[in-house]
């Protein structure tokens, strides 16, 4: 027996009523349960359903109710991790964070920025951009200045003005505040200052830039 859905909902054609309660045309278990009862309503007497069929259309609203019971403690899964993971990130402001390397990638005949982070006032001091080789290639002399994150441009050129080649360089900086004693700051280590999100994803910055949570290496106090 072919059924026409349409008649058994009493509906030939699709009013604008109908679309505004159901814009997007989508069918629930609960209209699935309503149509096999209106099915089972209008059947043949002299030809009824298939007991099979009727079993088989149950068993899939079932499932169907499954599925969407499923769909719904997973997204409520996703939501409270995501929650979690924002209120740590958000904890996390104040504390220390690790990019995991003290070295920069420079590209020859390029400038390259960096930040260092320097948690005492400097008197005086200089950085230092070291080769994989532990040669120091360039020394920059430090003015006296307040603790913080203090931004620098290397020009790319060594201490003989000459253009060193593309390649990994470490940088530090030895400095005194003219009182308690020497301090080394190291790039790559920050204080983390403020969070944001962006498109669902947390954003820590650290220095004078914003890193996503899978680029810090280590938080600490």
């Not at 470490?170 to 280590?189: E, P, V």
């Not at 944001?196 to 954003?203: A, Q, R, V």
């Amino acid at each position: 027996m072919v059924t026409d859905l349409n008649q058994l909902a009493g509906n030939p054609t699709a009013s604008s009523e109908d679309t505004a309660v159901n814009p997007k045309g989508i069918l629930g278990k609960d209209d699935f349960m309503k149509l096999l009862l209106t099915e089972l309503q209008y059947q043949d007497p002299t030809d009824p359903m298939d007991s099979d069929k009727i079993l088989t259309q149950t068993s899939e609203l079932a499932t169907l109710e499954s599925a969407d019971n499923t769909n719904k403690a997973m997204q409520a899964l996703v939501d409270q991790l995501k929650s979690g993971q924002d209120l740590g990130s958000v904890s996390a402001i104040g504390k220390m964070g690790s990019l995991g390397t003290d070295s920069v990638l420079h590209t020859k005949d390029t400038q390259t920025n960096f930040d260092l982070y320097f948690d005492h006032d400097i008197q005086s001091g200089t950085v230092n951009i070291i080769d994989k080789e532990g040669n120091t290639v360039k020394t920059y002399d430090l003015q006296p200045q307040d603790k913080g994150v203090l931004s620098f441009t290397w020009d790319g050129t060594d201490n003989s003005g000459n253009q060193v080649e593309t390649g990994e360089y470490k940088i530090t900086a030895n400095y005194s505040d003219g009182a308690s004693g020497s301090y080394t700051a190291t790039y790559g280590s920050y204080p983390i200052t403020s969070v944001k999100f962006d498109n669902g994803t947390s954003l820590l910055k650290l220095g004078n830039n914003y890193y996503p949570m899978s680029e810090i290496k280590e938080i600490y106090e």
